[in-house]
């Protein structure tokens, strides 16, 4: 006697419940990468520097008592890419106080974004200052309702494949009855 026939499963029934949690397994492992990939994980007000004027930007916020984060990166392609996320949010602001030459070619390819992208022409601690009140001056108006939109659509997805699962469950238990 099998283990199965002990609890009182039958062995057709229980190869076509293995089927079933392999294709959740996999609907699941495809659909969690998609989701995942591209997240925007930084703030919605940041300022972009590197390594020396990251320290005189962090300095200038302090200073100034503002609620800006300061993210420091080492290659333009990494700051492309943030670039990037500021066209799929319209409530992101940036400033660049280094990688010039990736802002302004990103803004060269995107002008809708020049409101959203301040790039600083140069490093020294008054332009990185003025671009800094440039940019928190930019803040006012903006509200994060947008983001909501996103949040709901994740919900809404998540509770389609819930029922999905939910109603492939009902319909084998009872094809057992």
């Known amino acids: 006697m099998s283990w199965m026939d002990r609890i009182g499963i039958k062995g057709e029934y229980f190869m076509k ?3 079933l949690i392999l ?25 972009i520097a590197d390594e020396t004027t990251g320290i005189i930007a962090k300095k200038n916020i302090d200073d100034l008592n503002l609620d800006i984060k300061v993210y420091e990166f080492a290659s333009e392609s ?3 890419h943030q670039l990037e996320h500021a066209l799929t949010n319209p409530n992101k602001r940036i400033l660049l106080v ?5 802002g302004n070619k990103f803004l060269d390819e995107h002008k809708e974004l020049s ?7 140069d490093t020294d601690e008054e332009n990185i200052k003025n671009g800094i009140i440039q940019l928190n001056s930019t803040m006012c ?7 909501l939109n996103i949040d709901y659509t994740t919900l809404i997805l998540i509770v389609v494949i819930i029922g ?3 109603s492939i469950g009902i319909i084998f238990l009872k094809k057992k009855k």
Request: aromatic share 4%.
């Open 115 to 121: 409101n959203q992208v301040i790039v600083c022409i």
């Open 23 to 47: 294709c959740i397994i996999v609907i699941l492992g495809v659909i969690s990468p998609i989701n995942g990939h591209g997240a925007d994980i930084t703030d919605n007000v940041i300022v």
């Open 164 to 166: 999905l699962i939910s």
């Open 141 to 147: 108006g903006t509200d994060d309702t947008n983001n």
């Open 17 to 19: 419940m293995n089927r």
């Open 98 to 102: 280094s990688f010039q030459d990736t």
């Open 78 to 80: 990494d700051v492309y």
